[in-house]
C-alpha cells in the first residue's frame, strides 16, 4: 500500500510539475515594443522627454521633438483635443494616444 502512495505523489507531482513548466514559458516570451505601451502606465505628455514621447503610436522622434517644442513655448497640455495645436498631431492620432497619455 505505501509504494501505491508513493506512486500516486509522484504522479501528481510529475503533473503538476508539466503543466507549471508549459505555461512558465509563455510569461517570459519578449513582447514587442507596441506590446509593453499598451500594458504599460500611461506617459505623461507634460513630463515625458523625447524617448519617451517617440514611442507613441504614431509619434515618433520628430513629432515628440515638436510635443516638447510647443510645451516649452506654451505650457501644459491638458487634455488630448490640446494635442492637436502641435503641428502635425491630428485626430487619428489624437485617436491612437486615447488611454496612453496622462496631463
Do not use: W
Amino acid at each position: 500500500m505505501h509504494i501505491k502512495s508513493m506512486l500516486l505523489v509522484t504522479s501528481l507531482f510529475f503533473c503538476t510539475s508539466s503543466f507549471t513548466a508549459e505555461k512558465v514559458p509563455s510569461l517570459l516570451t519578449p513582447t514587442s515594443q507596441t506590446d509593453n505601451i499598451e500594458h504599460a502606465r500611461a506617459i505623461n505628455i507634460n513630463l515625458a522627454h523625447l524617448e519617451e514621447l517617440a514611442v507613441l503610436p504614431g509619434i515618433g522622434k520628430k513629432k515628440a521633438q515638436a510635443i516638447i517644442d510647443y510645451r516649452t513655448k506654451h505650457g501644459n497640455f491638458f487634455d488630448l483635443a490640446s494635442l492637436s495645436q502641435v503641428k502635425g498631431i491630428g485626430q487619428g492620432i489624437i485617436g491612437k494616444l486615447e488611454g496612453k497619455v496622462t496631463f
